[in-house]
């Protein structure tokens, strides 16, 4: 029988001691963490996450700055609009939410973030700390998957670990966080020769691919410990992961569902990125 691991009650926990912080530093007249998240367009799945972000930062106490710009927004208009935020002392950390209309660059608007408010730890600064496993911002989602891990007592030292998926949001940190942690860590993407060969030898697989139950109970080694990053819609419109679930849970250990798995993780990660910036403020 296997554990489900339960991003919610995890994540409420942590954020529940976010939120005594936060209460704390009130009372003593420190400043409350601010976050300002900028979303550019109309993009529906991008709407439903700056809005959970939102909610999530006024539930810890967090001062918080939704800033919406139309899909025709100019770069020199959001890079000002940076500018300013990178300089009020009440906004600790800001975030731009990706993807882009086609005429922005991310590259150019992420290098325009102060590195000491980029919560989202996007920026080359924060990305080569990663890299080299200096104290910074933790990546959200490859964090809040490391703190399910630790939650669950599981430790990826000696492991076998394979990563399905290389974005620079999660595949590539994630690795890294994993290599950190002492585990053998392999790569697998959509160039990758068998991967069910691959993905079989892995203790501990996470996949981060966006395609629906691409993960099949052949896949997965008797006894490992799966973590679905997908967030997809199936042939019912009903979410799901990349993992079919029903067919891969009695083979695991351990496993995340969808939703209430790492979703709920990847917030919580980019509130305590938050407090971390006030308090080094
Ligand atoms: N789009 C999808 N995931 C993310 C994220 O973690 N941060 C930002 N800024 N945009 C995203």
Known sequence: MYTLIDGKAVSQSRRNAIATEVANRKAEGLPVPGLAVIIVGNDPASQVYVRNKEKA??????????????????????????????GDPAIHGILVQLPLPKHLSAKTVIAHIDPKKDVDAFHTVNVGKIMLGEDGFSPCTPAGIMTLLSAYGIDPDGKSCVVVGRSNIVGKPMAMLLLHQNATVTIAHSHTKDLAAVTRTADILVVAIGKAKFITEDMVKDGACVIDVGMNRDENGKLCGDVDFERVAPKTSYITPVPGGVGPMTITTLLENTLKAARLS
């Open 57 to 86: 930062c006024l539930e810890v106490g967090f001062h918080s700055e939704l800033i919406r710009l139309s899909e025709e927004t100019e770069e020199a208009t959001l890079l000002s609009v940076i500018d300013r935020l990178n």
